[in-house]
């Protein structure tokens, strides 16, 4: 009897390892790849009447790099600089305006034309987080 249920155990062992190597396989084939996933041109989404960010992506592997343009509400309005990396789904930039205020988006991309995370002003009195989402509009 014992030796039956090792022979379970051990088939039992094996089929999970299988099935766990082929998810990941599969993972790594449709994982997103950087140089489709983000290029083209991003929208910050729920901006302010008057207010504006948006910026233009190229990825080499896993760098991205850009340009854009942001507008203040009732205030100035410049151009930036766009640098990140990619890890699978997970997209870091840092974003540097004209003006010298460097700003930050850590999150992942949510769908083909999509990426959501959080947003914050580097060397602010109160560096708060902003829940933020951006909708690429045009590849």
């Given amino acids: 009897m014992i030796q ?4 379970i155990f051990i088939a039992t062992a094996v ?3 299988a099935y766990v190597s082929a998810c ?3 993972d790594a084939v449709t994982s997103p790849n950087p140089s489709s996933d983000l290029i083209g041109t991003w929208s910050r989404n729920g901006n302010v009447v008057g207010s ?3 910026f233009a992506l190229s990825a080499a592997d ?8 942001f507008a203040i509400e009732a205030g100035m309005s410049g151009t930036l600089t766009v640098t990140g990396v990619r890890s699978g789904s997970t997209v870091n930039l840092v974003l540097l305006t004209n003006l010298g205020v460097r700003e930050h988006f850590n999150g992942s991309l949510t769908g083909p034309d999509a990426m959501s995370g959080w947003f914050w002003v580097e060397n602010q009195l109160a560096p708060d ?5 951006f909708t690429r509009t045009a590849h």
């Fill in 129 to 133: 987080s902003v829940a933020t989402s």
């Fill in 15 to 17: 089929v999970l390892s």
């Fill in 62 to 69: 896993t760098t991205l790099s850009g340009t854009g343009t």
């Fill in 4 to 7: 039956s249920s090792r022979k």
């Fill in 52 to 54: 504006s960010l948006g």
């Fill in 24 to 26: 990941q396989s599969s």
